[in-house]
């Protein structure tokens, strides 16, 4: 089965330092992979996908992802974290045949000091 | 319309009632999904239509829970008698077609709590 794991509920980072959200997955056959974010009392927004291609993946404000098939990872990244990027992350793979319903991971909440 | 909408945004009930909830999706995608947020935990999915095609419902909890679409836009979930474990956030989404690869679009969410 289709799966994604968040290793952390937590990541806490400081303004201007970079910041990662872990992502792992389980998957048969070519990973789509997806991150979403949900800002306070908001629904989830479409931050960037994998379908295939170059490894590194650029999206909304400033995020990158980073997939790794040998470590079945996609890490979100961004070079220098924003207070404003204080949000619930979520990784997501598609359920699997032709259906486009997603699976998505816990969740990491990301705290941006200043 | 300009993204997903969904209403109410808030709605509070009492242990028994039934409730909607009311999704339209963004005009022209052919995919719209409901899910379902509890605090503190991740999205649970719980069912998926694709034009005109059965809807998956493999997601629902219980057979308290229903949903249709109409005209293959808006959509409409109903919780029959509803319990205080129905209490979440319940997100609809749409994409604009079928397919693995195509990123969904997502609603404020209804808040529902069941007193």
């Known amino acids: 089965a289709q799966s994604v794991a968040q290793p952390e509920d937590q990541v806490n980072v400081a303004e201007g330092n970079p910041l990662t959200v872990k992502c792992t997955y389980s998957v048969s056959g070519n990973p789509y992979l997806f991150w979403y974010v949900q800002y306070p009392n908001r629904g989830l927004q479409f931050l960037l996908k994998y379908i295939t291609g170059d490894n590194l993946v650029k999206g909304s404000y400033g995020f990158e992802a980073e997939f790794n098939k040998s470590q079945t990872s996609f890490h979100l990244k961004k070079p220098s974290a924003l207070v404003s990027d204080s949000a619930l992350y979520f990784c997501?793979?598609?359920?699997?045949?032709?259906?486009?319903?997603?699976?998505f991971g816990k969740g990491t909440k990301l705290s941006v000091k200043p | 319309g300009a993204g997903v909408s969904q209403s109410p945004s808030n709605k509070v009930t009492e242990k028994g009632k039934d409730v909607e909830l009311r999704c339209d999706p963004i005009?022209?995608?052919?995919?719209l999904y409901w899910y379902r947020q509890s605090l503190g935990q991740g999205l649970e999915f719980l069912i998926y239509?694709?034009?005109?095609?059965?809807?998956?419902k493999s997601g629902l909890p219980s057979d308290r829970f229903s949903a249709e679409r109409t005209g293959g836009s808006v959509s409409t979930l109903t919780i029959q008698r509803t319990q205080q474990e129905d209490s979440a956030v319940y997100l609809c989404a749409s994409s604009s077609r079928r397919g693995r690869n195509t990123e969904a679009f997502f609603g404020q969410g209804t808040r529902l709590t069941v007193v």
């Open positions: 239509f694709q034009g005109n095609s059965a809807p998956d």
């Open positions: 005009s022209g995608h052919t995919a």
């Open positions: 997501a793979v598609p359920y699997g045949g032709s259906q486009g319903n997603l699976i």
